[in-house]
């Protein structure tokens, strides 16, 4: 009876190429993934000297607004015409 018992490990193949492509391509996303989760939870603070260099850049050129146009007033309301019975 105890000839009739295999207790010896199965026999599992070797992972193939696309096998092993898919496994470290999933760890490389879920990786992916937690750093962009921390990016937006822990968010990255620039320096305060820089911050300030960019804004007085910015203020000392002159601001220029495009000019709106303005409504015609020469359109002419349309003629209402009325309806023949």
Known sequence: MAAELDFSPPEIPEPTFMENLLRYGLFFGAIFQLICVLAIIL???????????SFE???????????????????KPKKETKKKR
């Open 43 to 53: 968010p990255v603070s620039k320096s305060h000297k820089t911050d300030s260099d």
């Open 57 to 75: 850049h910015k203020n000392s050129e002159p601001v220029k607004k495009p000019k709106a146009t303005a409504p015609q007033i020469s359109k």
